[in-house]
Structures are given as structure tokens and as C-alpha cells.
């Protein structure tokens, strides 16, 4: 793991990005603390996980998932799927008016 200064990285930036891509994430400092990790996210997914995982939003929301499935208010794999494709549904459909709506959806 290579450990450079943040004024060394603002340097030669493209250098490390090259380097990153083939010798692995680096770990940037400032005042000789730990202050970012410049890394080449390996596809599209890898990405998502990457900035899923530093979302306090998407966190919190785990957490309150995790929490109601704790408290036995959690779904069952085959009504949450359901749930899924109905919201997808919804979703693809037009917007209707308040008086437009039907009853019982």
C-alpha cells in the first residue's frame, strides 16, 4: 500500500491514477494524517458498492430495515418481490390526477 502526501498526489495526480489502476488503491494524507484513498473502481458495480457503502443515507436506511426485521415486521422474499414489481409498475404508468385515480389500488 503506497501512502503519499496530498500536496505529492495534487503533483502528479495522473501518475497515481495510472498507478492506482495497476498497483491498487493509495492512501493520501494531509499534515501526515489519513485524509482520502484514491482507487480505480473495477467495473460499474464495483463503483455502486463503493459509494453505497460511504452513503450515510443508504446506511441509515439498512439500519431502519434491519431493525424492523428484528421486530418481526420484515417481508417474506416472496412479498417483497411482489411489492418490487408492483412499485416498478406504478412507476412505468402515467401520472393520474387525484380524481382520476381509482379506488382500491
Known amino acids: 500500500m503506497k501512502i503519499v502526501p496530498l500536496a505529492e498526489?495534487?503533483?502528479?495526480?495522473s501518475a497515481y491514477l495510472d498507478e492506482c489502476?495497476?498497483?491498487g488503491p493509495i492512501v493520501i494524507t494531509r499534515n501526515g494524517k489519513t485524509a482520502a484513498v484514491?482507487?480505480?473502481?473495477r467495473d460499474?458495480?464495483?463503483l455502486?458498492?463503493?459509494?453505497l457503502g460511504r452513503?450515510?443515507?443508504?446506511?441509515?436506511?439498512?439500519?431502519?430495515?434491519?431493525q424492523s426485521i428484528e421486530e418481526g415486521q420484515g417481508l417474506s422474499e416472496e412479498a417483497f418481490w411482489k411489492a418490487?414489481?408492483?412499485?416498478?409498475?406504478?412507476?412505468?404508468a402515467p401520472a393520474r390526477r387525484p380524481s382520476e385515480r381509482r379506488?382500491?389500488?
Open 9 to 13: 498526489m495534487k503533483a502528479k495526480l
Open 21 to 23: 489502476t495497476t498497483e
Open 38 to 41: 484514491l482507487l480505480v473502481p
Open 44 to 46: 460499474d458495480d464495483d
Open 48 to 51: 455502486e458498492r463503493l459509494l
Open 55 to 66: 452513503s450515510p443515507r443508504f446506511q441509515a436506511m439498512l439500519d431502519r430495515s434491519r
Open 84 to 92: 418490487a414489481r408492483k412499485r416498478a409498475k406504478e412507476r412505468k
Open 103 to 105: 379506488t382500491g389500488d
